[in-house]
T-cell receptor, first 110, second 115 residues
Framework: TQLLEQSPQFLSIQEGENLTVYCNSS?????LQWYRQEPGEGPVLLVT?????EVKKLKRLTFQFGDARKDSSLHITAAQPGDTGLYLC??????????FGKGTRLHILP | NAGVTQTPKFQVLKTGQSMTLQCAQD?????MSWYRQDPGMGLRLIHY???????DQGEVPNGYNVSRSTTEDFPLRLLSAAPSQTSVYFC???FGQGHQSYGYTFGSGTRLTVV
């Protein structure tokens, strides 16, 4: 069974700080996606990475796909209260199904 | 606005009752799926469809039925509700499955409580 482990589970930091959250697996994924989910809403796609070593930037968010396509990271620079939410990674598995990690719950304190 | 529409937003059922959760998308997406989200368990795939007339089981299909008679609609039926089905249910759609998908569009969810 392919699994995606996200760490940390919870993170609470002050506004303006930088942070990195991780998504790791022992399996290779052909692509990986990051979503943000706010309370009472469905997840919203942030980015899809498909090439090993790929780096994508979305304003203050930087996403990296590991060279071996087994892991990914999300780095946020100068976090803002609007970044608060549940961050989910999702990988495309062997049978083309998308597998979700359990998420990192991020809280940015003003 | 284009997107995935789920109804109802909230529902309380008694054990043994049946109901249908509705999902509709207006983006002409071929792939649609249903997930349940539980604390500590993440999102788990219940059923999915790669096109009208085609459905398949996901990770946790027991107790649920689906059908796909049109591209737009993908209802989820609970046959005989049980407390273990208390959860938040999300419908998602995409242009294709897996590497063709470019990501899912999710509905805003249905919060179901079975008492």
């Amino acid at each position: 069974t392919q699994l995606l482990e996200q760490s940390p589970q919870f993170l609470s930091i002050q506004e303006g700080e930088n942070l990195t959250v991780y998504c790791n697996s022992s399996s290779v994924f052909s692509s990986l996606q990051w979503y943000r989910q706010e309370p009472g809403e469905g997840p919203v796609l942030l980015v899809t990475v498909v090439t090993g070593g790929e780096v994508k930037k979305l304003k203050r968010l930087t996403f990296q796909f590991g060279d071996a396509r087994k892991d990914s990271s999300l780095h946020i620079t100068a976090a803002q209260p609007g970044d608060t939410g549940l961050y989910l990674c999702a990988g495309e598995g062997r049978d083309d199904k998308i597998i979700f990690g359990k998420g990192t719950r991020l809280h940015i304190l003003p | 606005n284009a997107g995935v529409t789920q109804t109802p937003k909230f529902q309380v059922l008694k054990t043994g009752q049946s109901m249908t959760l509705q999902c509709a998308q207006d983006m002409n997406h071929e792939y649609m799926s249903w997930y349940r989200q539980d604390p500590g368990m993440g999102l788990r795939l219940i059923h999915y469809s790669v096109g009208a007339g085609i459905t398949d089981q996901g990770e946790v299909p027991n107790g649920y039925n689906v059908s796909r008679s049109t591209t737009e609609d993908f209802p989820l039926r609970l046959l005989s509700a049980a407390p273990s089905q208390t959860s938040v249910y999300f419908c998602a759609s995409s242009f294709g499955q897996g590497h063709q998908s470019y990501g899912y569009t999710f509905g805003s969810g249905t919060r179901l409580t079975v008492v």
